[in-house]
């Protein structure tokens, strides 16, 4: 921008703060804060809270919002109501009130939920409500110092294409932010109700019955669904809930997660020593805004946390079983295991893989009764949340573990189940975090132009996905490899949050080798696997 456009934007932010921010930056930094903008892209926006036009503050949020109203209007959708909710984050009360303010002013029905809470509600509530959008502000589980916004439309499923890129058209015509009408808005009894409408839906698919007798330990990671959560567990009859008292409230500043997110190592570590020391029956850690769940298990002697793949596998078998007669459908996908797949096809359900993202999961076709992708989300009841939503993900394996533990069981022992009848199934993640875009550019390039021949001691084909046709193109490149029916297979992809480069590893053995054998040389050869991708990211970014 020119310092025209920059003095023009600074008097033109409507947060006296982010003005003065601006102003007390030298020269270099501002022009940092102005070489680029925050782009309207998965699910809409999320980054830094900081002012200027790459941060997420109050000017950028109240033209985002113009331009999602104007969106709204130009396809037909005029004077319809919009669900508004936010999270606990920096900067999340002013956000929310400059959205529901500027909706308000273009004529919305705007029903601002008045607390903050999980993303699920926002998603729930859209369809409870006839809404023609949702908008949660909230950056899920990136780092304290983001924050993010969060657009649903089309029954409560996230936007896709071209959406996205309209809006963020329509974002560049919107003027000085200060000059964007704003009405005050009032949260309505349909608001208030939200809560109460979400948890009787959760007890009229899960139940509540007599008292369920299974201990389970929980954490909310400083985010907004402990409460929600222990209340959606009680209500179906889970009361012996225990949760890490240090991480149950709401905290922007996430003490004791540097990354609140439950797949970060040591991120669960205080939720593992809970459930050891309260011998539960299983734990569940929720990320910051609850739209995604872990599980934590006692397997193979010892408590760890489950990978996503693997609770992918267990909600979808007991999910299928549940459907058995409906020619049900899941989805899962490209980046998560292949054992749901498996599982479909044995019991005679659907199965379809799709892009990266609920937004295409949910678009997976009719009679969708699961979808879950390996980072830890899952959509257990597609009817009323078409999204991944951890509290109810958390109650439907508490229903899993609890018929489990009645016959002396635990989610282990069925899990080695399933390793039994389809075979040992092992996934993993390597990730590079980068401070320039441009480094996970190189690396791509590298991956398409001079890849590996050979991976874990098996040699393996590259498929460059961003090369498929139509919908299924997508900026990832895939190594797949087999030998005597077992597999491995790399994906890397750029992530769609985060400045984050990942590959994604699974090795897949056939079943018939003596189990405990078979998840050793699995694990073996998906830390061969590790190792090799390692190496060659940092050869290639020396």
């Not at 046709?469 to 087999?482: E, I, L, W």
Request: charged share 25%; with cysteine; proline share 6%.
């Amino acid at each position: 921008m020119t310092d025209e456009q920059v003095n023009a934007w600074i008097d033109a932010d409507p947060d006296p703060r982010t003005q003065a921010e601006l102003r007390a930056l030298d020269p270099e930094a501002l022009a940092e804060r102005f070489s680029d903008t925050l782009h309207f892209g998965t699910a809409g926006l999320r980054g830094p809270v900081r002012a200027g036009p790459a941060g997420m503050n109050v000017a950028v949020v109240t033209r985002a919002t113009a331009a999602v109203g104007q969106w709204l209007v130009d396809h037909g959708h005029r004077g319809g109501s919009v669900v508004v909710g936010r999270d606990a984050r920096h900067g999340s009360e002013d956000f929310f009130a400059a959205t529901t303010e500027v909706l308000a002013a273009q004529g919305f029905d705007v029903i601002a939920l008045p607390e903050p809470g999980p993303t699920p509600l926002v998603a729930f509530a859209v369809r409870d409500l006839d809404a023609v959008a949702g908008i949660q502000i909230t950056a899920s589980h990136n780092p304290p110092a983001d924050n993010g916004y969060k657009v649903y439309l089309e029954q409560g499923a996230q936007l896709i294409p071209p959406a996205d890129a309209e809006i963020e058209q329509l974002i560049a015509r919107v003027g000085p932010a200060r000059e964007v009408p704003r009405v005050p808005v009032v949260a309505d009894t349909r608001a208030h109700a939200n809560v109460e409408r979400y948890l009787s839906r959760l007890v009229t698919i899960f139940g509540s019955g007599e008292r369920r007798r299974i201990r389970v330990a929980l954490t909310a990671m400083h985010g907004v669904g402990g409460d929600i959560a222990v209340q959606a567990l009680r209500e179906c009859g889970f009361h012996d809930v225990t949760v890490v008292g240090l991480q149950h409230s709401p905290d922007p500043d996430f003490p004791t997660a540097k990354f609140p997110n439950p797949e970060e190592p040591g991120a669960s570590d205080l939720l593992l020593d809970l459930a050891r020391d309260a011998d539960a029956d299983l734990a569940i850690a929720l990320d910051p805004d609850a739209d995604r769940c872990a599980v934590g298990a006692y397997v193979d002697g010892a408590w760890r946390m489950l990978t996503g793949d693997e609770t992918g596998a267990l909600l979808g078998a007991d999910i299928i079983a549940a459907h058995k007669d409906e020619n049900a459908l899941v989805a899962s996908t490209i980046v998560s295991g292949t054992m749901l797949g498996k599982i479909a096809a044995a019991s005679g359900a659907r199965h379809v893989t799709t892009l990266t993202g609920f937004k295409w999961l949910v678009r997976a076709g009719e009679g969708l009764v699961y979808a879950y992708e390996e980072a830890i989300g899952h959509c257990v009841d597609p009817d009323a949340v078409r999204d991944k939503d951890g509290i109810s993900a958390a109650v439907a394996v508490c229903v899993l573990a609890e018929r489990l533990v009645a016959n002396g069981l635990g989610l282990g022992d069925r899990l080695d189940d399933l390793f039994t009848e389809f075979g040992v199934h092992a996934t993993g993640q390597y990730a590079i975090r980068v401070d320039h875009l441009s480094d996970i550019d190189h690396v791509m390039t590298a991956l398409r132009t001079d890849p590996p021949p050979s991976l874990a001691g098996t040699a393996v084909t590259m498929e460059d996905l961003s090369a498929r046709t139509g919908p299924r193109a997508t900026d990832a490149v895939q190594f797949t490899g087999s030998t005597d029916h077992d597999q491995v297979r790399v994906i890397a992809r750029p992530s769609g949050t985060e400045p984050k480069l990942k590959f994604y590893l699974e090795v897949a053995l056939a079943p018939g080798t003596e189990l405990g054998a078979a998840k050793a040389l699995a694990r073996a050869q998906l830390d061969a696997l590790g190792a090799q991708v390692a190496e060659f990211a940092a050869s290639v970014r020396r």
